[in-house]
């Protein structure tokens, strides 16, 4: 979905280094999640934040931040990356009504080496 | 939490038949269940949700189905196009907490 675009979209990281993936939305929606995607085992939610005054841990958010700059801006941070958070990691967006229907972005790749 | 299962891992039909996924969900206060397709490099875009308050749902080739009872829902595609191939994604959700399954790779052949 155009209105929701995520920076990189490839990424290729040594282990220990500090790398910043970026969400940016123009769907004027409050809520924003943060997945990451592991063949085999779904979408697994990292963070989620319903204003940027609100951030909430999700199923696996060891390993992980995320800061809410602005209403449109959601990022997430691996302070030291390691291989195993090799993954894809998508942004996605949901509007109050319906809460519950989410829209994603085209994802960022990163491989950790 | 909740728990989701997806069924198969993977999927391969001829162009023309129907195709079934079947998940199920353990947490009995999940009230709404979305369908999401998957294509190659991009994001999950939603095709079809259900509530728990409907049975069915129909969208031209796409329908769904729950069971709140046995506690599972079903995709159905019927005439499959090759440009129904990709990985499909069920999810259940109570609230603000939404468990996705493992995926199904359908591949449809032309």
Not at chain 1, 8 to 34: A, V
Not at chain 2, 15 to 33: L, M, P
Request: with cysteine; charged share 25%.
């Amino acid at each position: 979905d155009a209105d929701v675009t995520q920076t990189p979209r490839n990424r290729i990281t040594k282990t220990g280094k500090r790398i910043m993936l970026e969400c940016s939305q123009t769907k004027g929606h409050d809520r924003m999640y943060w997945y990451r995607q592991d063949p085999g085992l779904g979408l697994r939610l990292i963070y989620y934040s319903f204003d940027v005054k609100d951030i909430n841990k999700g199923e696996i958010s060891d390993g992980y931040s995320v800061s809410r700059q602005a209403q449109a801006k959601f990022s997430l941070s691996l302070e030291s990356a390691i291989p195993n958070q090799t993954a894809l990691y998508f942004c996605a967006t949901s509007d109050l009504r319906p809460k519950e229907t989410q829209y994603f972005g085209p994802g960022t790749r990163l491989l950790v080496l | 939490g909740e728990n989701v299962e997806q069924h198969p891992s993977t999927l391969s039909v001829q162009e023309g038949d129907s195709a079934v996924i079947k998940c199920t969900y353990s947490d009995s206060a999940s009230n709404y269940f979305p369908w999401y397709k998957q294509e190659l490099g991009k994001g999950p875009q939603l095709i079809i949700d259900i509530r728990s308050n409907v049975g069915e749902k129909k969208d031209q080739r796409i329908a769904v189905t729950l069971n709140k009872t046995a506690k599972h829902f079903s995709l159905h595609i019927t005439e499959t196009q090759p440009e129904d191939s990709a990985v499909y994604f069920c999810a259940a959700s109570r609230g603000d907490d939404m468990r996705f399954g493992a995926g199904t790779r359908l591949t449809v052949k032309p």
